[in-house]
């Protein structure tokens, strides 16, 4: 009896001493006729062609002939990065630039075509003229992975438009603290969703035959504090648990490619990260797909830059996104290689990973980019039929929070919309729209797109518009239009002094409110934002309340839809709503979770609202939210 209680505890201790586990195995996507053409390939490449092929360089940071002289294997355009830096490129400049870059690399004797990748996080963002869908916040809403297939396919559709091949998406970060800049990119806070969404995205893409791309390979959105680019200090049964489940799923429905993360996982960069790159990813899982390192991202391991870092390559990067010092990388991994200090297999098996990566995807057989699947079809660019699905992406996104008896209106009201958003196309897209942090254009940088005053004038011939509210006689009713305005990355974080307070990031907002108060007009509020606040103030002086996210191009016309009673809302919180400053992390399962509007929260014409007035104090006004313990004692020591 004791020696079998032994042995049990034993059996037990051997079990957690072997974390990888957890992790499943992927099935394997390899074939053999694929493999001998890849081997075959590779007997045929010199190191400097093998190390071009592992390269991949930002437009910005290209001359021509670059493609050809060192063998390049992969090229893209950053966010904000257009042909010859206009951000009005044609199609026709897509194309040919594409068409360039492919010419130059079939030059080479081993006929080996360079793909380019792009970030179409909610559409093909980057392009003039293109499709803006709602950002992945407001998808997860929608609760509806039919749609982000469809969203899925129309983005890889217009991708190919464009002449382009692979994405970077989808995003499948599980944010756990609101305050990082990225919580928009997220399908929501909760594993499930995230997994659900991003299967469906990727499941999409396919459809288009784009290759996705799983980011941000892993625990992006759980920083400690939700720092951009941090730490994350979690065990790694937990890193499974919650910010795993999205890559089991999207890496068995076809993304091929993973993008490893700027983040760290306990203390140890996610770039130089061997046990979850290579023992975890692809021994333990099995994924032969290739994993490509984040813009520079190399040069924040410990004792590297972004033109030198054997340690990303020996931890199992196989392709090393980088901008200005590409070149330098290239010599420096050829000698590297030469000395010793990157074996020659390692080399082998990442470039194995790219070419089979471009043999499943079919672009080794593929034409010049101009005479490819859709390539320059206008009729596809932002078509009727896309921007419909954009409209029904945007109303499944948007939650009802609070309706005291006001919605849905009666289209002969006279209605006034006022606030800062109201007709300002930037404020519903968000970051990531037509440059990276999407702030510095007009309505008419965006002519697919509709204003959410335009979208409601459309409707209702009455509606007028005063974003100060200045002149609110003969009015019957307000659609505030307030929010977050765009940012991206680390820009976007809540840091310091700042807390989740709407209020004090963006006091005018409460100022229009106040007018329409006190000239006792009704309020519709619509929130736009890329992720959930604390608006206790904001909802104590609306009527209705609408969490509205990024809703994208075709915000007024869904929200037309919705407010006149046309369509009932159906969208339901994929981020737990706070009830105080500084209430984060808070996450559906929490031990004393009590957020003010729970993870599934969203009302429907027919509940009765039953929100009482909200405490509005401020306790974390002056010094910010306190930052864990640990958190705190690290950046005390730097
Ligand atoms: C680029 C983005 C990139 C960012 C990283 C920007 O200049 O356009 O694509 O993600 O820099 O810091
Ligand atoms: C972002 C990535 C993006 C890359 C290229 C980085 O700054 O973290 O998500 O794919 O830039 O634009």
Redesign the pocket.
């Known amino acids: 009896m004791v020696k079998l209680l032994f042995l049990l505890l034993l059996l037990s201790c051997v079990e957690k001493e072997d974390p990888k586990k957890i992790w499943p195995k992927l099935p394997s996507f390899r074939d053999n006729l694929t493999e001998e053409k890849i081997q075959e390939k590779i007997s045929k490449m010199s190191l400097e062609e093998k190390v071009g092929q592992m390269i991949q360089p930002?437009i910005r940071w290209l001359s021509r002939g670059d493609v050809e002289k060192y063998h390049l294997g992969s090229v893209l355009?950053?966010?904000?990065?257009w042909p010859q830096g206009n951000k009005f490129a044609s199609v026709q400049a897509w194309v040919s630039m594409a068409d360039g870059f492919w010419e130059e690399s079939m030059k080479g004797k081993n006929k080996i075509p360079v793909i380019w990748g792009v970030?179409a996080v909610h559409g093909h963002n980057n392009v003039y003229n293109a499709t803006f869908f709602p950002h992945n916040i407001g998808l997860g809403a929608t609760r509806d992975p039919d749609l982000i297939r469809r969203v899925g396919e129309i983005t890889g559709k217009e991708i190919r438009v464009t002449g382009l091949d692979w994405n970077f998406s989808p995003v499948l970060a599980v944010v756990r603290d609101d305050r990082w800049g990225r919580t928009y990119e997220s399908f929501g806070e909760e594993p499930e969703l995230v997994r659900d969404m991003g299967t469906a995205m990727v499941e999409g893409l396919n459809e288009a035959h784009v290759l996705s791309c799983a980011k941000h390979y892993i625990g992006d959105g759980g920083t400690e504090n939700g720092i951009n680019t941090g730490n994350v200090d979690i065990s790694e049964e937990e890193l499974w648990r919650i910010h795993g489940q999205g890559y089991i799923s999207a890496l068995k429905a076809g993304a091929l490619s993973v993008m490893a993360s700027f983040s760290s996982f306990q203390g140890e960069k996610m770039h130089s990260h061997k046990y979850l790159l290579t023992d975890v990813l692809k021994k333990q899982m099995g994924f032969d797909g290739l994993v490509v390192s984040?813009?520079?991202g190399i040069s924040y391991v410990k004792g590297c830059s972004a033109g030198n870092c054997p340690q990303a390559i020996l931890a199992g990067i196989d392709m090393v996104m980088i901008t200005a010092e590409w070149k330098k990388f290239y010599y420096n991994l050829i000698s590297q290689v030469q000395k010793g200090i990157v074996p020659i297999e390692r080399i082998d098996d990442a470039v194995s990973r790219i070419l089979r990566v471009k043999y499943k995807i079919g672009l080794m057989d593929a034409p010049k980019p101009s005479e490819r699947f859709l390539s320059g079809d206008l009729s596809q660019l932002a078509s009727l039929e896309h921007r419909l699905v954009a409209r029904e992406a945007a109303r499944k996104s948007m939650v009802l929070l609070k309706n005291k008896n006001l919605l849905p209106l009666d289209l002969k009201k006279r209605i006034v919309v006022v606030g800062k958003s109201a007709n300002k196309v930037q404020n519903q897209l968000g970051g990531w729209s037509l440059?990276?942090l999407g702030k510095e254009h007009d309505n008419s940088d965006f002519p697919n797109a509709i204003s959410i005053f335009k979208g409601l004038k459309e409707k209702a011939a009455s509606v007028r518009l005063d974003e100060t509210a200045s002149n609110l006689k003969d009015v019957d009713v307000a659609i505030a239009v307030i929010g977050e305005t765009p940012y991206?990355?680390?820009p976007g974080d809540i840091t310091g002094k700042e807390t989740l307070e709407h209020f004090n990031r963006y006091p005018e907002d409460v100022q229009v409110l106040k007018k329409l108060k006190a000239a006792k007009i009704p309020v519709v509020t619509v929130l736009l934002s890329g992720r959930a606040l604390y608006v206790n103030k904001e909802l104590n002086l609306s009527d209705a309340f609408i969490a509205a996210f990024l809703p994208g191009g075709e915000a007024g016309p869904a929200l037309a839809d919705l407010v006149f009673g046309e369509q009932d809302f159906t969208g339901k919180l994929s981020f737990s709503w706070p009830r105080s400053d500084c209430q984060t992390p808070l996450n559906i399962g929490d031990k004393n979770y009590d957020p003010l509007f729970s993870y599934g929260y969203g009302l429907t014409y027919r509940d009765l609202d039953y929100l009482p007035n909200l405490d509005e104090s401020s306790p974390h006004k002056v010094k910010g939210c306190t930052s864990s313990p640990k958190f705190a004692k690290a950046h005390s020591l730097l």
Not at 77 to 81: E, L, Q, T, V, W
């Open positions: 930002e355009n950053g966010g904000g990065s970030d984040d813009w520079d440059s990276w991206a990355e680390t």
